[in-house]
């Protein structure tokens, strides 16, 4: 198959950045394509916690938040693997949501607004020439288009295919594995997002909608090598071990069975262009999960995009100026978010450091904010 169209713009991947920007250019009237390898809804490793920076935008491109009963956060713990906790106020706070729900939605709100929306549809190569790109999909279609954007998170085939650096430097640094369940059973405080350090890893709790908790964590691989590459068992030896995790991990059934897991996930810095193709979300930069909002950095970068997007294709501005000012903006809006997320990462799992760090804390109150505020971005 052949798609004679000449699309305006292609994004490659159906998270929150890529289908965010995908309804932004839908609602400007441009013809975007879409391609996500999966096929809505399904349920993704993520902790759904959406900082409230976003909500205005969210509103604003459609997404009627209003009318949805979500859970809303004000609360904050974080306890060291000894157990040692910090509660204080999230002064901005956030929603839960789930990303079945989420994701599914953008989705069907950018083809209502005439995006074109290909799931279940991978895409295997993307080549820029003559001032255009060709994508060829694993079903043996190609598609064109003047502008393509990568919004393929964390880790995916295209990495390779574009021989982006970061990958050299990943093969060397420490990897982690990340986990998630909806748990239900157990009587976790409204309100509140909990934090819980273990040996190597953190896990976070909060409210979704249907009176479940998420659990998402993160772990270095090694603690998964250690137990046998056993989830079960590397829960109870190294998670549980947690005085203030064990009752929720213990008490709680798990909705979703078996857990999802992904791996080979790094966080080394990465390039927002490749090959003349615009990064956005996790492709651009993945922040430490637990120690910042990757959603809101994705949703952030599609919207720091979109205009820049419009003034090239209404020629406006070169595509040279195109990737220099998208490269600027991401970098000043972006890259201290992401560096202080490498650095808060740093310290989560250490057990001494936390240990010092909350008992510091709990006597400095005023750093504690600061720590939240670097974590959390402004409205947009
Ligand atoms: C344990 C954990 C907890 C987290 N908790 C939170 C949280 O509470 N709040 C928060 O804000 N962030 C959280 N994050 C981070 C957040 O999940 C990510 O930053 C966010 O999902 C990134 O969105 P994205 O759109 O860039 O990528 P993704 O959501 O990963 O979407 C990328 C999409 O691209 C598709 N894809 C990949 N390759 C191809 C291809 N070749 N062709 C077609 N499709 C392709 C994939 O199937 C995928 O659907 C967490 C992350 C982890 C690991």
């Not at 949805?68 to 949501?97: R, Y």
């Not at 989420?102 to 005439?114: F, K």
């Not at 093969?171 to 909806?182: D, I, L, M, S, T």
């Not at 809101?296 to 000012?325: K, T």
Request: with cysteine; glycine share 10%.
């Amino acid at each position: 198959m052949h798609d004679d169209v000449i699309y305006d713009c292609a994004i490659i991947g159906g998270g929150v950045a890529g289908l965010t920007l995908a309804l932004q250019l839908a609602r400007a009237g441009r013809r975007v394509v879409l391609f996500e390898k999966e096929i809505y809804p399904f349920h993704r490793v993520c902790g759904e916690y959406i900082s409230m920076e976003n909500h205005d935008f969210l509103c604003r491109i459609g997404v009627p938040l209003a009318g949805m009963n979500l859970p809303v956060m004000t609360q904050f713990t974080v306890s060291s693997p000894s157990g040692e906790a910090l509660h204080h106020k999230l002064d901005i706070g956030g929603i839960g949501i789930t990303r079945y729900v989420l994701d599914q939605l953008l989705a069907r709100l950018a083809t209502e607004h005439g995006a074109t929306i290909c799931e279940g549809t991978k895409v295997t190569d993307v080549v820029f020439a003559n001032e255009q790109f060709t994508l060829s999909t694993a079903h043996g279609a190609t598609y064109r288009a003047r502008l393509a954007c990568g919004a393929w998170g964390k880790h995916a085939n295209l990495d390779s295919k574009l021989h982006r650096p970061f990958l050299e430097d990943s093969r060397k640094g420490r990897q982690f594995v990340a986990v998630k369940y909806h748990l239900t059973g157990i009587d976790f405080p409204a309100a509140t997002v909990e934090m819980h350090n273990f040996k190597d890893g953190y896990c976070g709790l909060s409210p979704v909608p249907g009176g479940l908790t998420n659990c998402s964590y993160i772990s270095d691989v090694r603690n998964l090598r250690a137990h046998g590459n056993s989830v079960a068992e590397m829960e109870r030896q190294v998670l549980m071990q947690n005085p203030l995790l064990r009752p929720y991990l213990e008490e709680a059934q798990r909705v979703a069975n078996p857990p999802i897991v992904i791996s080979q996930i790094t966080f080394r810095e990465r390039s927002t262009i490749d090959s003349h193709v615009l990064m956005l979300g996790d492709a651009a930069g993945t922040i430490a999960p637990l120690a910042g909002n990757g959603m809101s950095m994705g949703m952030n970068a599609s919207a720091l995009l979109h205009p820049l997007l419009l003034d090239f294709l209404d020629g406006r501005i070169s595509r040279a100026e195109l990737e220099q000012q998208y490269t600027r903006a991401w970098r000043g809006l972006l890259s201290l978010r992401i560096t202080a997320g490498r650095l808060i990462h740093q310290v989560f799992g250490q057990p001494w450091l936390t240990t010092a760090g909350i008992r510091v804390l709990r006597k400095l109150p005023f750093m504690t904010d600061i720590i939240l505020g670097l974590t959390h971005g402004k409205p947009y």
